[in-house]
């Protein structure tokens, strides 16, 4: 899939402000940005539900027009579902809307969903819910998936459980396009990711690659305190940015930074060290946290 130049206005509101991407066949494509990022609006001009302001969206080479949306799966980001009837009658029911649908047994292997074929559409867990919405989008075999924050408010263990169940959707060689405002989820599920803020792209590339590329070394964090001029002086040769009420200090040799604090004479309770993560790095691109 190829997104060009791709906008969307609400009025005085530019949610989307020219995004361009391409997703390669049989990848999982991550749009990964805080709320109000824009990733809903970029998604659903995809899916060909919103229609752009400016911009193109390609699937092999063509407009994504009717035949396109016999070819997707879609999990939204709030679903309303029938009530009063079961898991396995809401299965058959989207079955009923496709001329040659996946089996049931099959989606029912796929999202693990044995134990609550019975049960009222009402009565699921939120993660059970959301294995039952991926069975839904995968009803019709579709060559593209797409997942718009579909692990948002589940516990970590549902978390972990949906990454498992998407990791056997990849092993089928469907293409995913997934938003998260989770970094772990996008390292751990997506061979690209789009870094987003704002309706733009502020970074796009391999996670790892990412990483490598604004980070080396570690990061050593400590809580912003009252500091002497001396102290100021260490920490402005360490190149200790303040964010969040922490200094950040990039440190490729742990001995020497950690002394040059000792010297500085600062209250090291708090400290702590750590690889850079996709979360620094949507710190040091955006001056904001994700989760804020
Ligand atoms: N239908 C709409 N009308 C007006 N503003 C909207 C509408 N949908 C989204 N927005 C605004 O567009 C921006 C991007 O929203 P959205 O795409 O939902 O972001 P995300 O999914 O990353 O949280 C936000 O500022 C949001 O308030
Ligand atoms: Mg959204």
């Known amino acids: ?32 940005g805080p709320n109000g990022a824009g990733k809903t609006t970029t998604i659903e001009m995809m899916e060909g539900i919103l229609a752009p302001t400016s911009g193109t969206v390609l699937f092999r080479g063509e407009p994504v027009g009717h035949r396109f949306r016999e070819k997707v799966g ?12 079961t898991v396995r009658e809401t299965l058959e029911l989207f079955r009923s809307f496709y001329p040659s649908p996946r089996s049931l047994d099959e989606v029912i292997s796929l999202c693990s969903l044995e134990d ?33 924050e579909p692990t948002t408010g589940l516990d970590p263990q549902a978390r972990r459980n949906f990454w498992d169940l998407i990791e056997g959707v990849k092993r089928e060689g469907t293409t995913i396009l997934l938003t998260t405002h989770y970094m772990d989820e996008a390292e751990a599920l ?6 987003v803020d704002q309706g733009k792209i502020m970074e796009m590339d391999e996670p790892e690659r990412l990483l490598s590329k604004h980070f080396s070394g570690q990061i050593v ?3 912003v305190q009252e500091a002497g001029a001396e102290a100021e002086r260490i920490l402005a040769e360490l190149g200790a940015e303040e964010t969040a009420g922490h200094w950040d200090i990039a440190s490729l040799a742990l001995d020497e930074t950690m002394q040059r604090l000792l010297q500085a004479r600062l209250n090291l309770d708090g400290l702590s060290i750590h690889r850079p993560d996709l979360e620094d790095l949507f710190i040091k691109l955006t001056g904001s946290s994700l989760r804020s």
């Open 1 to 32: 899939m190829e997104v060009s130049n791709l906008v969307k206005h609400y009025g005085k509101v530019e949610a989307v402000r020219g995004v361009s991407f391409a997703v390669d066949e049989g990848s999982c494509f991550g749009l990964l």
């Open 74 to 85: 879609i999990q939204f980001q709030n679903t309303a579902l029938p009530e009063f009837i």
């Open 116 to 148: 609550i074929l019975g049960r009222d559409n009402r009565k699921l867990s939120g993660g059970q819910r959301q294995r039952m919405l991926l069975g839904i989008a995968l009803v019709p075999k579709p060559e593209m998936l797409f997942l718009d």
């Open 190 to 195: 997506c061979d690209r990711i789009a870094i």
């Open 221 to 223: 964090r400590l809580p």
